[in-house]
């Protein structure tokens, strides 16, 4: 059982920045790829960048040059570093993570408003 706890969420102004930390228990997260996704009020959830064992990166276009995301295999943690945030970021974010199982987080707010 991997248990995910996100942080890092909150109210931010458009052309603002917020870093969102993705905890992982459990001693596989190395082999792991990690993914963070992202549900709009009445919208479905989509995915928005992802990193696999070996570091590799793919971003959703909305996202691409904005949003960074990296991980700390001897944390046991995916960050998401986004900047330029615009009003149509706003949403709930959702880490996952993809071994032999799958797991989800329970999600953090994230708002950007003026």
């Known amino acids: 059982q991997v248990q995910l706890v996100e942080s890092g969420g909150g109210l931010v102004q458009p052309g603002g920045s917020l870093r969102l930390s993705c905890a992982a228990s459990?001693?596989?997260?190395?082999?792991?790829?990690m993914g963070w996704y992202r549900q709009a009020p009445g919208k479905r959830r989509e995915f928005v960048a992802v990193i696999n064992t070996g570091g590799n990166t793919r971003y959703a276009d909305s996202v691409k040059g904005r949003f960074t995301i990296s991980r700390d295999n001897a944390k046991n943690t995916v960050t998401l570093q986004m900047n330029s945030l615009k009003p149509e970021d706003t949403a709930v974010y959702y880490c996952?993570?993809?071994?032999?199982?799958?797991?989800w987080g329970q999600g953090t707010q994230v708002t950007v408003s003026s």
């Open positions: 459990g001693s596989i997260f190395s082999s792991a790829t």
């Open positions: 996952r993570f993809t071994a032999l199982s799958e797991y």
